[in-house]
């Protein structure tokens, strides 16, 4: 009986531990350092979920980023600007989206 209950403690403890870690994000994945783990892409998946204005607007600037890049010209040197410009957006929009989830 002693070894039943001390297993299922055990398991109790580690199922609690894991659902803590399971909660946040890393600032290195809000950033786009480094790419999600799978339980941080599905609390980042239900946060878009919540949110769908904001993740529109992010795959909105995703898909200006690409359009810009693919550009032929420099357009006298603003390109360059205009990209730096739309990634800091997307950055911040990522930061407001998963903040409850990183901070």
Same mark, same amino acid.
């Given at each position: 009986?002693?070894?039943?209950?001390?297993?299922l403690?055990?398991?109790?403890?580690s199922?609690?531990?894991?659902?803590?870690?399971?909660?946040? +994000?890393? +600032?290195?994945v809000?950033?786009?350092?480094?790419?999600?783990?799978?339980?941080e892409?599905?609390?980042?998946?239900m946060?878009?979920?919540?949110?769908?204005?904001?993740?529109?607007?992010?795959h909105a +600037?995703?898909?200006?980023?690409?359009?810009?890049?693919?550009?032929?010209?420099?357009?006298?040197?603003h390109?360059?600007?205009?990209?730096?410009?739309?990634k800091?957006?997307? +950055?911040?929009?990522?930061?407001?989206?998963?903040?409850?989830?990183?901070?």
């Amino acid at each position: 009986m002693k070894k039943v209950v001390f297993a299922l403690s055990i398991f109790l403890a580690s199922a609690s531990f894991s659902h803590l870690q399971a909660q946040f +994000i890393s +600032i290195d994945v809000v950033s786009g350092n480094r790419p999600p783990a799978p339980a941080e892409q599905n609390l980042m998946r239900m946060e878009e979920q919540r949110h769908p204005k904001i993740a529109d607007a992010m795959h909105a +600037i995703e898909r200006s980023m690409h359009d810009l890049h693919e550009a032929p010209d420099d357009f006298g040197g603003h390109k360059g600007q205009a990209e730096a410009d739309l990634k800091a957006a997307y +950055i911040s929009l990522r930061k407001a989206l998963y903040y409850k989830l990183w901070h």
